[in-house]
């Protein structure tokens, strides 16, 4: 759309505030007030501003087809058509009919409405650079949508200052003290925002990963795992003196530091798990939290790929009925579920495919794949695991193809209709009536039908 109607150039955004008041939130908000809560039996509960919060995440990154990121969060940066804005956030269009051309009907909606009519209300940023505040503030002002702000804390070596050879040592009082002011930086800048829900410590910092796949993470944590949770327990103590608004939790992939957490951590507030445990939710993974740690538990990953290798295909019903039961189990484990009371919510990694990561960037890999794991063809193909597809890549990075995934989850999130019937609509119909049910023919609620009236 032409710049002057884009919603996010500084002079439209102004124009659409003021003929559109109902449809913004307050735009000089105060920081949240977000607290955890335990309750009896070691059931938690999140409270945003006194009112019950549960996480509906999904892992926002949008890579341009063809480019491998050197960065986090350049998605902020990205302005291929030079209109001013962002061009995943405010200028991507949905192909309805799939055939990679924009036709005249397929406005610009933007991912950041897409996500608001999904029901989602958190993205995890996963470390802090390359940030901009004024995109974060729309972000929550205008369409409800929170973040949890992460730093690295020497993963992949991002803050430490190591060099990737020998990776990020906790035992290193000067890297020590680079994660720390990195930290320090961050929740600085960002502690009175009215965006940020909870601060996020690592990503996965206890295994060690595969170079192959871009899961690295090349530190020790996991070889000195004392250490490493008496430096975590220092950091979050830190953020919470400088910010006693927002809980500080951590990201692990095992629980090999369960031990070291619970005795060395204990001013973490809750802990956060990437989890890809199948097809039909965590399993024991909530109650053994519970009983190691006793912490709250955040699933800051979950998800699979909707390729089938077996039978080089596409396989959306899976993906859907896959990312649906794990939603159920998260529900059912929540402090209103009649389960074990300790979950917090869930993350949906990941919104949109990432060609670049096994092999060339210009290539939609279907063949490396990137982990073996349970589904329904024993791999995770790493670059098939967005509920969005860019189809064929060409007009990256503006075209969306909507996944059965993101019906599903608009039905259940946003809809509020029960996931087990979802569930099952899906089953009995092969997912032919979930995009029905949604059309996207009116996505642009926000955007074209008010910003036409502004014309």
């Known amino acids: 759309m032409p710049n002057h109607l884009n919603p996010f150039n500084r002079v439209g955004l102004i124009c659409l505030i003021s003929a559109n008041l109902a449809l913004v939130g307050p735009l000089n908000a105060e920081p949240a007030k977000v607290k955890l809560i335990k309750h009896k039996k070691g059931r938690w509960e999140l409270l945003v501003n006194g009112n019950p919060y549960l996480i509906k995440g999904i892992a926002y990154e949008m890579d341009e087809v063809g480019k491998k990121p050197k960065s986090n969060n350049l998605w902020m940066l990205s302005d291929k058509n030079n209109n001013g804005s962002p061009d995943g956030p405010y200028d991507s269009w949905v192909d309805e009919n799939k055939n990679n051309i924009k036709d005249n009907n397929e406005y610009a909606v933007g991912d950041f409405q897409l996500l608001k009519e999904m029901g989602c209300n958190t993205i995890r940023i996963y470390h802090w650079q390359n940030l901009d505040k004024e995109v974060l503030r729309d972000l929550y002002n205008r369409f409800g949508i929170s973040v949890i702000m992460g730093n690295f804390l020497g993963a992949y070596t991002v803050g430490s200052g190591a060099n990737w050879e020998r990776g990020t040592d906790y035992t290193d009082k000067k890297q020590l003290k680079n994660m720390m002011d990195d930290v320090t930086a961050m929740v600085m800048q960002h502690k009175d925002e009215p965006y940020v829900l909870t601060w996020m410590l690592g990503n996965e910092n206890d295994t060690v990963g595969h170079e192959g796949n871009s899961t690295l993470n090349n530190t020790n944590a996991a070889a000195h795992p004392k250490e490493y949770a008496k430096f975590l327990n220092k950091t979050a103590k830190m953020i919470q003196k400088l910010d006693p608004n927002h809980p500080v939790g951590t990201c692990i992939a095992t629980l090999k530091l369960s031990s070291a957490l619970k005795k060395y951590a204990p001013h973490i507030d809750y802990i956060g798990m990437n989890s890809y445990s199948g097809p039909y939710g965590f399993n024991v993974l909530w109650n053994q939290v519970k009983q190691s740690v006793k912490k709250p538990l955040l699933i800051t990953e979950y998800g699979t790929d909707c390729y089938n290798q077996n039978k080089e295909v596409e396989d959306e019903k899976y993906q859907a009925l896959y990312l649906l039961r794990s939603w159920k189990d998260i529900q059912n484990n929540s402090f209103t579920g009649t389960g074990t009371g300790n979950a917090l919510g869930g993350i949906v990694y990941t919104r949109t495919d990432r060609w670049w990561l096994n092999g060339s960037p210009e290539y939609h890999d279907t063949t490396a794949g990137g982990?073996?794991?349970?589904?329904?063809?024993?791999?995770?193909?790493?670059?098939?695991?967005?509920?969005?597809?860019?189809?064929?890549?060409?007009q990256s990075p503006f075209s969306r193809q909507l996944r059965m995934a993101y019906y599903a989850y608009k039905q259940v999130w946003n809809n509020g209709l029960d996931v087990s019937m979802v569930i099952q609509n899906i089953e009995r119909s092969g997912g032919s009536a979930i995009g029905k049910a949604s059309s996207t023919s009116g996505l642009s609620s926000l955007g074209m039908n008010n910003i036409q009236e502004l014309k």
């Open 371 to 394: 982990w073996q794991g349970p589904t329904v063809d024993g791999w995770f193909n790493d670059e098939w695991f967005g509920i969005v597809s860019q189809g064929d890549g060409a």
